[in-house]
C-alpha cells in the first residue's frame, strides 16, 4: 500500500484538506439521524480494507505534517507531553504496541527489527534510523512515550489501574478537543470526565470505568466521539484557547462550508502487557462541510443530528456560537429523504 | 472463555516443588513467544476432563527471560473439586492445555514509597513475581513468607538467590510466627502492603494492619478464590429458556458452561464482578462468596456472582 | 456506587477521629480550629498523642487560644501558611504508616496537603479532611498556568496575564487548584457581569 502525504499546515494558513479517498474513508460517526452520547464501545476488530479501521493503527496521507504540527506545539509549550515517574514501564509498552503495530502493517513505511533487547526502528516517511536498547530510556534521543508518540498520528493518554480505578498519569495530548493534559494529570477516571454534562445522571462513566477495569490484553476496543471545529486546527487545547477562540465568532453563511469542521475521535484503548495500564488513544479525524456534503447520505444525516442536538451537549461541545448558520447551510443539503441505517455512505 | 484470546500451550516442565505443591512450566504450542504480564497477574488454565473443561485460575509466578514460557504453581487441595487434583494426577510433560490472556486483579500500587509483600504457603505466586518486578523497577521492599516447613524449598532457595536477605522465611515447624505485629510497626509513610494465602492469613494480615493503625487503603489483598462446594440447586435462566441442575461441586458458572451457555466472566473467583446477573427469583437464601458485591447489592437480593456465589434452597431463576 | 461522586471536586467527609491511628497529625488553617475542636475535644487519650501545626496569621481569630486549649501533645505554631507546609512535609518526612493525617481549613489548602501526602505514596482517599471558611478558591490561569488564591468571583481578572477568567468547577488535586479559562475568547471585551462563587 502506498500514501502519498500531503503537505499541509494545521495553523495560519490552515491549508489542511482530504482527498476523495480520505473523504470516503472518513469514519462518519452517525448510524442514526440522531445522537444521545453513550458509551458505544466495541471491539476494536479489523474493519474493512482502507477504512481506518482496517488496521489497529491508522496512519493516512496527514501523517507527515500532522507530525509536524505536533512538533510545533511541543516546542511552544512541552508541558503537552507529560509522565508521572512510575509510568516508565507502561511508557515502553507503548513504544512496543505502536512500533509492532506500524511496521506490521506499513512494511513500506516503517521497518522494525528485534534482537532480543536490540532494536531497530526505521521510520522512512520521517526519515528516521534509530537503533537503541528496548527498556534504557537513555539510548533514545526523548523519552519513550515521547519519543514514539512523535511518530504517530493521534493522542495518548497512559492510564496506570489501582485502588479500581484509572489513573491519567501520562500523556501526549497535541490535538485536544478542549482539555488539558497538564491540568488533569494524576485524575482518575471519574474526575476527568467530570465536566461533561448529563453523563453524571446518567453514570455511564460508572458502567464504562468497571468495563475498562476488565479490559484484556488482546482484546482492544474502541469507540467513536466527535465535535466540530472552527478551521482545521488540531490544537484546540483550552491552553490557546484565547487564541482560537475567536475564529468561533468568525462563522458567515458564505464560509460554513471551508471553515466549519466535523472532527471525529476514533477512541482505541489496550490493555498493556508489563505495566498492566491502558493506552487510551484518541485519534482525530477532520473534514470540512464542503467535503462532508459530497457524500449526500451524510449530508442529509448530519444537518438532522445538528438540528436535533440537546442544547446542553452543544454547549459543552462549543457549537452554540454557529450551530444555526451551519444547520441553515446543511438545510440546502437535506432535501427530507431517508437514510439508510449505519454509517457507511450509500 | 466468553470470547476472551485463549493460548495453547504444551507442559515443558513439572517440578515438585513442596509436599502438596507441583510447579508447571507451559510453553506456547506454536513455540512463539508468551504475552507479558504485570506481578500480581493471573491465567485460566482449561483442563478438558472427557466431556467435561474444568476452569482454574492460577497466580502466574514468572515468565522466562526469552518469553518463551510461564510457570504456575499448583496447590493440591483436600477438598478439590477437581481442577488441583487434575493438575497433579493427570497432567504430565509433553501434555496440551489452553490459558487465557493474563489478567490483573491484584496490581501492585507503583506510587508507593515501599512494598510489604506477605505470603502464606501457596500464596506466594503472586508475590514471587511481584517481587521479581519491584526489584527490577529498583523499588523498596520486604517480603515475608510463611511456610509450613522445609518442604518448601523450591520457592524459598530461588527467592533467595534473588532477593537476599530482603526474604524472611517463617517456618512453622521451628516455631517462627509471622506475626503483622512484628512487620508494622515503623514501616515509613506510603509503604503498600500486599498479602496473599489461606484466608484466614489474609484476615488476620488485615486485621492486624488495622490494629497497627494502618489506613485500609493501603492494605491490599489477593481475593480471588475458589468456589466453594455445597448443596446442589436448579438454575432456570429465564431469557435463555434453559434449566439445569449445579451440582455440589461446582459453581453456577460451570454448570451453565457444561450446559453449553457461556456467560460473561473473567476472574472466576469473585473479584472481577464480569459474572454479576440479576436475580428473578429464588426460593431459598443467596450464599455470597465474593468480594464484589457491595452490602447494599448483597442485601437488596437482586444481584449474585455466578463464579463463586450458590443458593441454598431449590430452584434460583436468573435475568439471562 | 453513589453517582455524586461524578465529579473532580473532591468531597469531604468531615474530621473524624480514627482511635487505631497509633498517632494523629493534624494540619490547621483559615477557619479550620472548630472542626478540630469538634472531633478531638474530650479525647484526652488521643489527644496525648496528637501532633497539630499550625499558622499564626492563617488560623482565625480566637482559634488558636482554643486549640492551645485542647493541649495537644505538640502544638506547632508556624509563621506564615507556607512555612506551615513545609513544617508539614518535614513531619511527613519521618512519619510512619501508624499516623493518620488530618487537614481542616479551606479547600485549596486541604489539597496542597492532600498533594504533599500523594507525592510521598500516601493514598489521598486515607487523608481524614474537613472543608472550613470561606468559599474562595485557588485558581490557575490554563492560558499562563499563574495561580491566584482567594478567587472569591468569578469570572476574575488573571494577575499573571490580565485576561478575564471564568472559574471551572474542575478541580485539580496535583495543583490543589480549579481550572480558570479566559471567558471572551470568542468576542473579545464580551465579559459578563462577575457572580460570587457560591460553594
Same mark, same amino acid.
Given at each position: 500500500?502506498?500514501?502519498?502525504?500531503?503537505?499541509?499546515?494545521?495553523?495560519?494558513?490552515?491549508? @489542511?484538506?482530504?482527498?476523495?479517498?480520505?473523504?470516503?474513508?472518513?469514519?462518519?460517526?452517525?448510524?442514526?439521524?440522531?445522537?444521545?452520547?453513550?458509551?458505544?464501545?466495541?471491539?476494536?476488530?479489523?474493519?474493512?480494507?482502507?477504512?481506518?479501521?482496517?488496521?489497529?493503527?491508522?496512519?493516512?496521507?496527514?501523517?507527515?505534517?500532522?507530525?509536524?504540527?505536533?512538533?510545533? +506545539?511541543?516546542?511552544?509549550?512541552?508541558?503537552?507531553?507529560?509522565?508521572?515517574?512510575?509510568?516508565?514501564?507502561?511508557?515502553?509498552?507503548?513504544?512496543?504496541?505502536?512500533?509492532?503495530?506500524?511496521?506490521?502493517? @506499513?512494511?513500506?513505511?516503517? +521497518?522494525?527489527?528485534?534482537?532480543?533487547?536490540?532494536?531497530?526502528?526505521?521510520?522512512?516517511?520521517?526519515?528516521?534510523?534509530?537503533?537503541?536498547?528496548?527498556?534504557?530510556?537513555?539510548?533514545?534521543?526523548?523519552?519513550?512515550?515521547?519519543?514514539?508518540?512523535?511518530?504517530?498520528?493521534?493522542?495518548?493518554?497512559?492510564?496506570?489501574?489501582?485502588?479500581?480505578?484509572?489513573?491519567?498519569?501520562?500523556?501526549?495530548?497535541?490535538?485536544?478537543?478542549?482539555?488539558?493534559?497538564?491540568?488533569?494529570?494524576?485524575?482518575?477516571?471519574?474526575?476527568?470526565?467530570?465536566?461533561?454534562? =448529563?453523563?453524571?445522571?446518567?453514570?455511564?462513566?460508572?458502567?464504562?470505568?468497571?468495563?475498562?477495569?476488565?479490559?484484556?490484553?488482546?482484546?482492544?476496543?474502541?469507540?467513536?466521539?466527535? +465535535?466540530? +471545529?472552527?478551521?482545521?486546527?488540531?490544537?484546540?487545547?483550552?491552553?490557546?484557547?484565547?487564541?482560537?477562540?475567536?475564529?468561533?465568532?468568525?462563522?458567515?453563511?458564505?464560509?460554513?462550508?471551508?471553515?466549519?469542521?466535523?472532527?471525529?475521535?476514533?477512541?482505541?484503548?489496550?490493555?498493556?502487557?508489563?505495566?498492566?495500564?491502558?493506552?487510551?488513544?484518541?485519534?482525530?479525524?477532520?473534514?470540512?462541510?464542503?467535503? =462532508?456534503?459530497?457524500?449526500?447520505?451524510?449530508?442529509?444525516?448530519?444537518?438532522?443530528?445538528?438540528?436535533?442536538?440537546?442544547?446542553?451537549?452543544?454547549? @459543552?461541545?462549543?457549537?452554540?456560537? @454557529?450551530?444555526?448558520?451551519?444547520?441553515?447551510?446543511?438545510?440546502?443539503?437535506?432535501?427530507?429523504?431517508?437514510?439508510?441505517?449505519?454509517?457507511?455512505?450509500? | 472463555?466468553?470470547?476472551?484470546?485463549?493460548?495453547?500451550?504444551?507442559?515443558?516442565?513439572?517440578?515438585?516443588?513442596?509436599?502438596?505443591?507441583?510447579?508447571?512450566?507451559?510453553?506456547?504450542?506454536?513455540?512463539?513467544?508468551?504475552?507479558?504480564?504485570?506481578?500480581?497477574?493471573?491465567?485460566?488454565?482449561?483442563?478438558?476432563?472427557?466431556?467435561?473443561?474444568?476452569?482454574?485460575?492460577?497466580?502466574?509466578?514468572?515468565?522466562?527471560?526469552?518469553?518463551?514460557?510461564?510457570?504456575?504453581?499448583?496447590?493440591?487441595?483436600?477438598?478439590?473439586?477437581?481442577?488441583?487434583?487434575?493438575?497433579?494426577?493427570?497432567?504430565?510433560?509433553?501434555?496440551?492445555?489452553?490459558?487465557?490472556?493474563?489478567?490483573?486483579?491484584?496490581?501492585?500500587?507503583?506510587?508507593?514509597?515501599?512494598?510489604?509483600?506477605?505470603?502464606?504457603?501457596?500464596?506466594?505466586?503472586?508475590?514471587?513475581?511481584?517481587?521479581?518486578?519491584?526489584?527490577?523497577?529498583?523499588?523498596?521492599?520486604?517480603?515475608?513468607?510463611?511456610?509450613?516447613?522445609?518442604?518448601?524449598?523450591?520457592?524459598?532457595?530461588?527467592?533467595?538467590?534473588?532477593?537476599?536477605?530482603?526474604?524472611?522465611?517463617?517456618?512453622?515447624?521451628?516455631?517462627?510466627?509471622?506475626?503483622?505485629?512484628?512487620?508494622?510497626?515503623?514501616?515509613?509513610?506510603?509503604?503498600?502492603?500486599?498479602?496473599?494465602?489461606?484466608?484466614?492469613?489474609?484476615?488476620?494480615?488485615?486485621?492486624?494492619?488495622?490494629?497497627?493503625?494502618?489506613?485500609?487503603?493501603?492494605?491490599?489483598?489477593?481475593?480471588?478464590?475458589?468456589?466453594?462446594?455445597?448443596?446442589?440447586?436448579?438454575?432456570?435462566?429465564?431469557?435463555?429458556?434453559?434449566?439445569?441442575?449445579?451440582?455440589?461441586?461446582?459453581?453456577?458458572?460451570?454448570?451453565?458452561?457444561?450446559?453449553?451457555?457461556?456467560?460473561?466472566?473473567?476472574?472466576?473467583?469473585?473479584?472481577?464482578?464480569?459474572?454479576?446477573?440479576?436475580?428473578?427469583?429464588?426460593?431459598?437464601?443467596?450464599?455470597?462468596?465474593?468480594?464484589?458485591?457491595?452490602?447494599?447489592?448483597?442485601?437488596?437480593?437482586?444481584?449474585?456472582?455466578?463464579?463463586?456465589?450458590?443458593?441454598?434452597?431449590?430452584?434460583?431463576?436468573?435475568?439471562? | 456506587?453513589?453517582?455524586?461522586?461524578?465529579?473532580?471536586?473532591?468531597?469531604?467527609?468531615?474530621?473524624?477521629?480514627?482511635?487505631?491511628?497509633?498517632? *494523629?497529625?493534624?494540619?490547621?488553617?483559615?477557619?479550620?480550629?472548630?472542626?478540630?475542636?469538634?472531633?478531638?475535644?474530650?479525647?484526652?487519650?488521643?489527644?496525648?498523642?496528637?501532633?497539630?501545626?499550625?499558622? *499564626?496569621?492563617?488560623?482565625?481569630?480566637?482559634?488558636?487560644?482554643?486549640?492551645?486549649?485542647?493541649?495537644?501533645?505538640?502544638?506547632?505554631?508556624?509563621?506564615?501558611?507556607?512555612?506551615?507546609?513545609?513544617?508539614?512535609?518535614?513531619?511527613?518526612?519521618?512519619?510512619?504508616?501508624?499516623?493518620?493525617?488530618?487537614?481542616?481549613?479551606?479547600?485549596?489548602?486541604?489539597?496542597?496537603?492532600?498533594?504533599?501526602?500523594?507525592?510521598?505514596?500516601?493514598?489521598?482517599?486515607?487523608?481524614?479532611?474537613? %472543608?472550613?471558611?470561606?468559599?474562595? %478558591?485557588?485558581?490557575?490561569?490554563?492560558?499562563?498556568? *499563574?495561580?491566584?488564591?482567594?478567587?472569591?468571583?468569578?469570572?476574575?481578572?488573571?494577575?499573571?496575564?490580565?485576561?478575564?477568567?471564568?472559574?471551572?468547577? *474542575?478541580?485539580?488535586?496535583?495543583?490543589?487548584?480549579?481550572?480558570?479559562?479566559?471567558?471572551?475568547?470568542?468576542?473579545?471585551?464580551?465579559?459578563?457581569?462577575?457572580?460570587?462563587?457560591?460553594?
Amino acid at each position: 500500500m502506498t500514501v502519498h502525504f500531503k503537505q499541509e499546515t494545521f495553523r495560519d494558513d490552515y491549508t @489542511y484538506s482530504n482527498s476523495p479517498e480520505a473523504i470516503r474513508r472518513f469514519p462518519f460517526p452517525f448510524d442514526k439521524d440522531e445522537y444521545m452520547y453513550s458509551v458505544n464501545i466495541e471491539q476494536h476488530m479489523p474493519g474493512p480494507a482502507k477504512s481506518p479501521f482496517e488496521f489497529p493503527i491508522d496512519i493516512d496521507e496527514h501523517y507527515v505534517s500532522e507530525m509536524r504540527d505536533r512538533a510545533i +506545539t511541543l516546542a511552544q509549550d512541552p508541558k503537552r507531553c507529560q509522565s508521572l515517574p512510575h509510568m516508565i514501564t507502561a511508557e515502553w509498552d507503548l513504544v512496543e504496541l505502536l512500533m509492532e503495530s506500524m511496521a506490521k502493517h @506499513y512494511p513500506e513505511l516503517f +521497518t522494525l527489527t528485534q534482537d532480543g533487547d536490540r532494536w531497530r526502528w526505521i521510520n522512512r516517511p520521517l526519515d528516521i534510523d534509530q537503533t537503541f536498547t528496548f527498556g534504557d530510556a537513555s539510548t533514545l534521543p526523548y523519552p519513550p512515550m515521547e519519543y514514539i508518540t512523535r511518530q504517530c498520528q493521534g493522542d495518548f493518554a497512559l492510564l496506570d489501574q489501582r485502588l479500581d480505578n484509572l489513573w491519567m498519569d501520562a500523556g501526549m495530548i497535541t490535538s485536544q478537543a478542549d482539555w488539558s493534559l497538564d491540568f488533569d494529570i494524576g485524575m482518575n477516571f471519574l474526575e476527568w470526565h467530570a465536566p461533561v454534562p =448529563l453523563a453524571k445522571d446518567m453514570a455511564i462513566f460508572e458502567r464504562a470505568l468497571k468495563f475498562l477495569l476488565n479490559l484484556q490484553q488482546g482484546r482492544p476496543v474502541r469507540r467513536l466521539n466527535w +465535535t466540530m +471545529t472552527i478551521n482545521p486546527r488540531l490544537d484546540t487545547s483550552p491552553e490557546n484557547y484565547d487564541k482560537w477562540g475567536a475564529d468561533r465568532a468568525t462563522v458567515t453563511p458564505e464560509n460554513v462550508g471551508r471553515k466549519v469542521h466535523l472532527r471525529v475521535e476514533l477512541q482505541a484503548m489496550w490493555r498493556l502487557p508489563r505495566s498492566n495500564a491502558i493506552v487510551f488513544s484518541i485519534r482525530g479525524y477532520l473534514i470540512n462541510m464542503d467535503e =462532508l456534503v459530497t457524500v449526500p447520505k451524510w449530508a442529509r444525516r448530519f444537518h438532522r443530528v445538528l438540528r436535533e442536538l440537546r442544547p446542553e451537549l452543544a454547549e @459543552y461541545k462549543g457549537l452554540t456560537r @454557529y450551530r444555526q448558520t451551519t444547520i441553515d447551510w446543511l438545510a440546502k443539503h437535506d432535501d427530507g429523504a431517508p437514510t439508510s441505517p449505519g454509517f457507511q455512505p450509500d | 472463555m466468553s470470547g476472551g484470546v485463549e493460548i495453547a500451550v504444551v507442559v515443558a516442565e513439572i517440578e515438585q516443588a513442596a509436599r502438596n505443591v507441583k510447579r508447571f512450566r507451559f510453553a506456547a504450542k506454536d513455540g512463539g513467544s508468551l504475552p507479558h504480564f504485570a506481578a500480581g497477574s493471573h491465567v485460566v488454565v482449561l483442563m478438558r476432563d472427557g466431556e467435561r473443561t474444568i476452569r482454574n485460575a492460577y497466580s502466574l509466578i514468572d515468565r522466562a527471560e526469552d518469553g518463551s514460557s510461564y510457570r504456575i504453581g499448583v496447590l493440591r487441595t483436600p477438598n478439590s473439586r477437581g481442577g488441583s487434583k487434575f493438575m497433579h494426577e493427570r497432567v504430565s510433560v509433553g501434555d496440551e492445555l489452553r490459558i487465557t490472556m493474563p489478567v490483573n486483579l491484584f496490581p501492585l500500587f507503583h506510587p508507593g514509597r515501599k512494598h510489604l509483600l506477605i505470603a502464606g504457603g501457596i500464596g506466594v505466586t503472586p508475590i514471587y513475581a511481584m517481587a521479581d518486578e519491584l526489584q527490577r523497577r529498583g523499588a523498596l521492599y520486604e517480603i515475608h513468607y510463611a511456610v509450613r516447613d522445609e518442604a518448601h524449598g523450591a520457592f524459598i532457595d530461588e527467592m533467595r538467590a534473588r532477593h537476599g536477605d530482603r526474604l524472611k522465611l517463617y517456618r512453622r515447624d521451628l516455631e517462627e510466627i509471622l506475626a503483622v505485629d512484628q512487620i508494622l510497626p515503623g514501616q515509613p509513610l506510603g509503604t503498600h502492603l500486599y498479602v496473599c494465602g489461606p484466608e484466614g492469613m489474609i484476615e488476620a494480615v488485615l486485621e492486624g494492619g488495622l490494629e497497627a493503625g494502618w489506613p485500609k487503603e493501603h492494605l491490599h489483598a489477593e481475593r480471588f478464590q475458589t468456589p466453594p462446594t455445597g448443596e446442589p440447586f436448579a438454575l432456570r435462566l429465564a431469557k435463555a429458556g434453559l434449566t439445569c441442575e449445579v451440582r455440589g461441586d461446582q459453581s453456577m458458572l460451570e454448570a451453565l458452561e457444561e450446559a453449553g451457555f457461556d456467560p460473561p466472566s473473567l476472574c472466576r473467583g469473585g473479584a472481577c464482578g464480569q459474572c454479576a446477573v440479576d436475580v428473578l427469583e429464588a426460593d431459598g437464601e443467596l450464599i455470597h462468596n465474593d468480594h464484589y458485591l457491595s452490602a447494599a447489592e448483597r442485601a437488596s437480593g437482586e444481584k449474585i456472582m455466578l463464579c463463586v456465589s450458590r443458593l441454598k434452597g431449590r430452584e434460583l431463576v436468573l435475568d439471562l | 456506587m453513589n453517582t455524586d461522586v461524578m465529579d473532580s471536586r473532591p468531597t469531604y467527609g468531615g474530621l473524624r477521629l480514627d482511635p487505631r491511628a497509633k498517632s *494523629h497529625l493534624v494540619v490547621v488553617d483559615g477557619d479550620g480550629a472548630p472542626a478540630v475542636l469538634d472531633a478531638f475535644a474530650g479525647a484526652e487519650d488521643e489527644l496525648n498523642r496528637t501532633t497539630i501545626l499550625c499558622a *499564626h496569621e492563617d488560623v482565625a481569630a480566637g482559634g488558636l487560644e482554643r486549640l492551645c486549649a485542647l493541649r495537644a501533645a505538640r502544638l506547632q505554631l508556624s509563621g506564615s501558611s507556607e512555612d506551615l507546609l513545609t513544617e508539614f512535609e518535614r513531619v511527613l518526612d519521618g512519619a510512619d504508616m501508624s499516623v493518620r493525617i488530618y487537614v481542616a481549613g479551606r479547600e485549596s489548602f486541604i489539597g496542597k496537603v492532600v498533594a504533599s501526602a500523594a507525592l510521598r505514596g500516601v493514598v489521598p482517599d486515607s487523608v481524614v479532611a474537613e %472543608r472550613r471558611g470561606g468559599v474562595s %478558591r485557588r485558581v490557575q490561569c490554563v492560558h499562563c498556568k *499563574h495561580i491566584d488564591e482567594g478567587v472569591t468571583a468569578s469570572p476574575y481578572r488573571c494577575s499573571g496575564c490580565g485576561q478575564h477568567l471564568l472559574v471551572r468547577d *474542575h478541580f485539580s488535586r496535583r495543583l490543589a487548584a480549579f481550572q480558570g479559562v479566559r471567558i471572551d475568547a470568542e468576542i473579545p471585551g464580551e465579559v459578563p457581569p462577575a457572580m460570587e462563587l457560591a460553594s
